[in-house]
């Protein structure tokens, strides 16, 4: 194959969204466990793993075959032995930041989740969470986003930042859809200031959840007067969150918005997916670094990975 034909002519960015999960062997459930299913710790000798890549331009790269990979499973090499283009719905979450400090920036916000929902299939899902001085799931699971788009219209700026608390309530409104593809996107423009759950409550949820984060901020820049602490440590956070994840935080200018929005729906739909049984098969609900390596065609400019960064194994 020619190298060119591998690299997207889309001006898209390249899709960062990449999840590990575990596949279950097709065995019977057992009797009244009383335990929900996960998508991490489950019985599976199954790894998959969606990969994203991108050329220097930041445009998805397709038409890979499995040999340009390799996946390490906590330094270990691994034999692929599935590999494909992930092609399914997805539920996402939009936590979306109504606090008082977003004011002007509330009308591109809108803008924004519009241009995300352009990018929709029929068979996706979606939900919003608006958060202020508490987070609120204002539309549940919902296949009709011009429902979220309506209630947008009449939000209004006002009261204090509970971001870590929104994250949680996102995360838990997930566990309701039976997508195997769950994303939140977080639309915010500073750090937290009224939330319950703290920094480490959150870091450890989404390590354990299999959701991908992708977070688009709106700061004040860095020597601004009135910054607070925690408006200063909201980039960081979001930035450590998403890359967990193998989603991105992207720091923007209100202007920035829609576009970035748009071209995150496009990264949703972009990933390749390497599957392989794990060496070390020890039911010890450790969690295991993954490592994904590129070996591109010769002729190609240098390719970058995105994916996420671990997964628990199962545990008796």
């Known amino acids: 194959m020619a190298a060119g034909a591998l690299l997207a002519g889309a001006a898209a960015l390249c899709g960062l969204y990449a999840q590990v999960s575990v596949v279950p062997r097709p065995t019977p459930p057992p009797p009244d466990s009383g335990r929900p299913p996960t ?17 220097p331009q930041n445009r998805p790269v397709t038409g890979l075959e499995k040999e340009h990979f390799k996946v390490f499973d906590d330094k270990v090499e691994q034999t692929v032995t599935q590999f494909g283009m992930e092609d399914e719905p997805v539920a996402v979450g939009l936590v979306f930041d109504i606090s008082g400090s977003m004011g002007d920036k509330l009308r591109l916000s809108r ?3 519009a241009k995300f929902f352009d990018t929709a299939n029929p068979d996706d899902e979606f939900f919003l969470v608006e958060f202020n001085d508490q987070p609120k799931v ?5 296949r009709d986003f011009e429902e979220i788009q309506n209630q947008l219209t009449f939000a209004q700026s006002k009261g204090r930042t509970a971001l870590l608390d929104a994250i949680f309530l996102g995360l838990h409104e997930l566990k309701r859809s039976k997508k195997n593809r769950k994303a939140l996107l977080i639309i915010s423009d500073g750090g937290d200031n009224a939330s319950r759950y703290t920094e480490t409550e ?16 709106v700061y004040e820049s860095p020597g601004a007067r009135g910054r607070s602490p925690e408006e200063a440590g909201g980039p960081g956070l979001l930035t450590e969150l998403s890359e967990q ?20 729906g496009i990264e949703l739909r972009n990933r390749y997916v ?21 070996n591109p065609p010769k002729g190609l400019p240098p390719l970058k990975a995105y994916w996420r960064l671990g997964y628990y194994a199962p545990a008796d």
Not at 39 to 55: K, Y
Not at 138 to 142: A, D, E, K, M, S
Not at 203 to 214: A, T
């Open 39 to 55: 998508n991490l710790r489950v019985d599976s000798r199954l790894v998959l793993v969606p990969v994203s890549v991108c050329d």
């Open 111 to 113: 803008m924004a989740a």
């Open 138 to 142: 204002v539309v549940p699971l919902t």
């Open 202 to 217: 959150i870091r450890n949820s989404v390590r354990e959840s299999d959701v991908l984060i992708y977070a688009m901020g």
């Open 245 to 264: 994840t193998g989603g991105r935080h992207y720091p923007v200018n209100a202007m920035e918005m829609p576009d970035i929005a748009a071209k995150i």
């Open 274 to 294: 390497l599957g392989y049984s794990p060496t070390d098969q020890q039911r010890d609900g450790r969690y295991h670094h993954v490592l994904v390596k590129l």
